[in-house]
């Protein structure tokens, strides 16, 4: 199995009408120690931040869990499958 993904994405935040898709540009690796999975998201128009738990899907995948991170960039970290595999 693959160990990285990078490409495209649709993060899924929660806000007061619901859910908000947003197409984004992510870059994801598995860490082999913990199992975690993390990286960057690039979105392609502005983000609203949120500290609730989103959804990340890949093309042809299923909405995996994740949470952002704000640090020298746009983080993104999830535990269990990687949304790639």
């Known amino acids: ?11 899924a935040l929660p806000d ?3 859910v908000t898709a947003v197409p984004v540009y992510v870059s ?4 082999p120690v913990t199992g975690e999975w993390r ?7 502005p983000l609203p931040l ?3 738990p989103v959804e990340l899907t890949l093309p042809g995948g299923t ?3 994740a949470h952002l991170l704000e ?6 970290y999830g535990t269990g499958t990687p949304p790639w595999q």
């Open 16 to 18: 007061e009408d619901g």
């Open 50 to 52: 949120t500290h609730e």
């Open 1 to 11: 199995m693959p160990t990285t993904y990078t490409g495209p994405g649709t993060l």
């Open 39 to 45: 990286g960057t998201i690039t979105p392609y128009d």
């Open 63 to 65: 909405p995996t869990p």
């Open 71 to 76: 640090g020298a960039g746009l983080e993104i």
């Open 28 to 31: 994801l690796s598995t860490d």
